[in-house]
């Protein structure tokens, strides 16, 4: 936890803080709704259905540090009376930098060019030494048009003269160009970059599938910066593999921490470990917001500002 959160926390509250940054394991989850009045999880504790039948909870929130909480099981935590908040908002832009950076690395093939260096095998510059892809004017195609696929479209339009198409639930008014799709699989086959920005969760899970990647152009990059599980690793493994699509750049997994041995080994995929909010003043501020999330609530009597 960043000093500065922690120091926040500890003047409005009692508080346990954990020695491990290992997500909890079941029994922990319980025992902490049942001896305590909040938690604040993260991604990585999976708070089932199971897991709240299991208790009896003396917690009446959980304050979720960040944006994503599909691993909050949400109809069964308010069964058991628990209001559920997040921190949208904060992780905004240092998400959407993330894509770019995998969108840049991915393209330009520099995860393979910086294996290269240090491997001591490069023989100097030469007229086509690893040749990727120039973003610059390309078209890119996102996937959710939310904060973070929107802020995503405008680094795309504004710094890289890109053209902005995408697929979400609801039509978005931006303040430039851009091209809805009602068709994913239309989308999929008519960009240059395919980036994800939806939700996790059961409505998205395996959303990006062998057919998605069948309709992609074979130079195309795949990046998701979402939630592991949108994509079917073994469909985009094989789509690697097989030349089916250029290359991606991913910073989530279906099974965090573990990445398919598959997908380590091969040159056409960039690999970052769920970096996307990785910084320490939005980190800062993710933590802020859940304290105020958890003050409105437990202190001030009000209703969360973030719950969903």
């Known amino acids: 936890m960043p000093a500065e959160v922690e120091a926040e926390a500890r003047k409005h509250f009692d508080v346990t803080m954990r020695d491990s940054n290992a997500p909890l394991s079941q029994a922990e989850m319980v025992q902490a709704l049942e001896g305590y009045d909040a938690i604040l999880p993260t991604l990585g504790d999976q708070f089932s259905a199971e897991v709240f039948a299991q208790a009896t909870p003396r917690a009446v929130m959980l304050a979720n540090f960040g944006v994503g909480y599909n691993h909050i099981d949400v109809a069964a935590a308010r069964v058991k009376g628990l209001i559920v908040s997040n921190t949208p908002g904060a992780v905004t832009d240092a998400t959407a930098d ?31 030494q690893m040749l990727g892809m120039h973003l610059t004017g390309k078209t890119v195609g996102i996937v959710g048009m939310g904060r973070i696929g929107q802020a995503i479209a405008r680094r795309c339009h504004f710094g890289f003269g890109m053209t902005v198409a995408y697929f979400t639930r609801s039509p978005k008014h931006l303040d430039f160009d851009t091209t809805p799709y009602d068709d994913l699989h ?38 998701n910066i979402s939630r592991g599980d949108v994509v079917d690793e073994d469909a985009l493994i094989a789509a690697l593999q097989n030349g089916t699509i250029g290359g991606a750049g991913l910073d989530v997994y279906a099974r965090e921490p573990q990445v398919p041995a598959a997908l380590v080994a091969l040159d056409n995929v960039v690999l970052l ?12 501020d993710m933590g802020l917001m859940a304290l105020r999330n958890l003050r409105a609530v437990l202190i001030d009597g009000q209703d969360a500002p973030n719950a969903v």
């Open 273 to 284: 470990p769920h970096l996307g909010t990785a910084a320490l003043d939005v980190r800062t």
């Open 98 to 128: 993330t894509a770019m950076t995998l969108m840049l690395m991915s393209a330009r093939r520099a995860g393979e060019a910086e294996r290269l260096v240090r491997s001591g095998q490069w023989e100097g510059w030469h007229p086509t």
């Open 186 to 223: 239309a989308l999929a086959g008519a960009v240059d970059v395919l980036v994800l920005a939806v939700p996790g969760g059961n409505e998205t899970r395996n959303l990006i599938d062998a057919a998605v990647m069948d309709a992609m152009q074979p130079h195309a990059h795949l990046v």
